[in-house]
Each structure stands twice: as structure tokens, then as C-alpha cells.
Nanobody, 115 residues
Framework: QVQLVESGGGLVQPGGSLRLSCAAS????????MGWHRQAPGKERELVAS???????YFADSARGRFTISRDNGKNTVYLQMNSLKPEDTAVYYC?????????WGQGTQVTVSS
């Protein structure tokens, strides 16, 4: 049974930084792509960043240049470093493991950017 547990969310002022972590268990972490998605109130869930098993990364336009995604296969953990945060980054952030044809999701962690 795959389990994904996110942590690191919280309240931060505009311009601040947060690092989200997602710890995976129940699967061979290193061979699957991982992603971070977010969902703001009243909006659809959207992809923020992803990283393949080979370490190739993708960023949404809203995240490119400010966010970094990385993975530590020894710790079965994927990270999202978020810098220069803006109020519009406020959302619940979800970790996803892609095991085609299935996707597994974490429970989410709230990020609030506000002064």
C-alpha cells in the first residue's frame, strides 16, 4: 500500500520561502515520477512541478524560476523548495506518485502566503 505524507506547509509572508517534503512508503520510490500539485479555493488542482525517475524536472510557468523540485531516493522523499512566495501561491499542496495507470496522492499540506 503506497502512502505519501506531506509536511512543511504553513503561513509565510510574501517574499518568504518554504520547503515542502513528501515521504513515500510502500513502493519502490526511485523508479517512479513524482510531482507536486496545488489546489486553491474555488480552483482546479494544477501541476506545479514534477521530477522523473531520472531526475528530469518540469515546472509550471507560475513556478519556474522560483521553485525547485528535488528527490532523495535514499530517503524516499521528494522536496519542493519555494522561494519568493506570492499570495497567489496560497493553496493546499499535494504530492503525487505516478505508477501508470495509477496515481497515488498524499493528504496535502496547506501553504498560506499573507502579510
Amino acid at each position: 500500500q503506497v502512502q505519501l505524507v506531506e509536511s512543511g506547509g504553513g503561513l509565510v509572508q510574501p517574499g518568504g520561502s518554504l520547503r515542502l517534503s513528501c515521504a513515500a512508503s510502500g513502493s519502490i520510490f526511485s523508479i517512479y515520477a513524482m510531482g507536486w500539485h496545488r489546489q486553491a479555493p474555488g480552483k482546479e488542482r494544477e501541476l506545479v512541478a514534477s521530477i522523473s525517475s531520472a531526475g528530469r524536472t518540469y515546472f509550471a510557468d507560475s513556478a519556474r524560476g522560483r521553485f525547485t523540485i528535488s528527490r532523495d531516493n535514499g530517503k524516499n522523499t521528494v522536496y519542493l523548495q519555494m522561494n519568493s512566495l506570492k499570495p497567489e501561491d496560497t493553496a493546499v499542496y499535494y504530492c503525487k506518485m505516478s505508477q501508470p495507470p495509477r496515481d497515488y496522492w498524499g493528504q496535502g499540506t496547506q501553504v498560506t502566503v499573507s502579510s
